[in-house]
């Protein structure tokens, strides 16, 4: 008798979410997003001053006040293609953005079971076939400024500001002949005090359930988390952030630091999160920004991911 697909198997060849231990749904938006972000060892949501907002705190568009577009391509672990593109601009009282983020393996060997009952003996055996998965986000993003006076009255670091922001997404994945679908919804705030800034996000605050089109029906649960940042600009050329992780039982930090060179032309950039080390370069230009990012995993096993961002502002 043949069966196909060996999910245990395909499982293992899925990328590993980077942060977490524990296997959910959805694991490719684990794998963070932009290059600029990642240099920062991920550590944005008290930052979120860019489309990069949307995976780390959506409240982050609270304070973007012009059109912008972001990309990004990355190679992750040498297996995992990455694509993401990004637009947002003033809508009415806020600022809107329409985010697709995409990833996907492609030559993944299509394995069969057979079993002989006469000598009751199994063996694994390659059918010579090959397929991929993918997986897709498009995600609506809102965030505007929060009108509570007695929390945004000027101090003594300066002018003080409280934004909020919520995304909407569209969640899919395929698998060989089989796909699953869902939505999911995160919140967050964002508060900044002249140089100094809190953010926190709910991110799959309805805990998505991605169900597949297969007889049984199974389902994946996509586990709530928590951002909790820090972010401290302590020289007009240079930010310094810090970022808390909850999921479930694991407790996860990134830290991270960007310092512009020449004004505000040429930035450098290196973070640190859970097991895994960053370093980054940005060259902003006349409204063009073109952001490199290099992680490197702890693991001496695991290859190293090289990310590649390009966008303008309007």
């Known amino acids: 008798m043949r069966k196909i ?28 997003l932009a290059a600029r972000s990642d240099a920062l060892g991920r550590a944005f949501a008290a930052v979120a001053d860019d489309l990069d907002a949307f995976y780390y705190n959506p409240a982050g568009y609270g304070l973007q006040n012009k059109r912008r ?29 329409l985010n697709i983020y995409s990833s996907g393996i492609d030559g993944i060997p299509l394995t069969t079971y057979e079993y002989n009952a006469e000598y009751a003996h199994g063996e694994t055996v390659d059918s010579g076939e090959t397929f991929t998965y993918g997986a897709q986000a498009l995600v ?22 409280l934004y909020w922001g919520v995304n909407l997404k569209i969640l899919r994945q395929n698998l060989y002949e089989n796909s699953a679908s869902g939505f999911g919804l995160d919140a967050g705030l964002l508060y900044k005090n002249g140089p100094l800034a809190f953010g926190w996000s709910v991110i799959d605050l309805l805990e998505p359930r991605l ?25 007009p ?25 020449f004004g505000d032309i040429l930035a450098a950039r290196g973070g640190v999160y859970t097991g895994n080390y960053a370093l980054g370069l940005g060259l902003h230009y006349a409204g063009l920004t073109l952001d490199y990012a290099y992680l490197m995993p702890q693991e001496a096993l695991v290859d190293s991911t090289h990310k590649i961002s390009l966008g303008c502002v309007f």
């Open 140 to 161: 609506f993003s809102y965030g505007e400024t929060l009108r509570w006076d007695w929390l945004t009255a000027p101090t003594e670091l300066g002018p003080a500001s």
């Open 69 to 97: 577009v972001n990309s990004l391509f990355a190679k992750n672990r040498n297996i995992e293609n990455v694509y993401y593109l990004g637009y947002g601009q003033k809508l009415g009282r806020g600022y809107g953005a």
């Open 211 to 235: 169900v597949w089109d297969t007889d049984s029906k199974t389902v994946d649960t996509v586990l709530r988390k928590q951002r909790f940042g820090l972010a401290y600009r302590i020289l």
């Open 237 to 261: 050329a240079l930010l310094a952030s810090g970022e808390i992780i909850l999921q479930a039982n694991d407790i996860l930090t990134g830290f991270g630091a960007e310092y512009f060179l």
């Open 5 to 32: 697909l060996i999910w245990s198997l395909l499982i293992a060849l899925l990328p590993a979410a980077e942060y977490f231990s524990e296997s959910t749904g959805a694991a490719f938006l684990d794998n963070g």
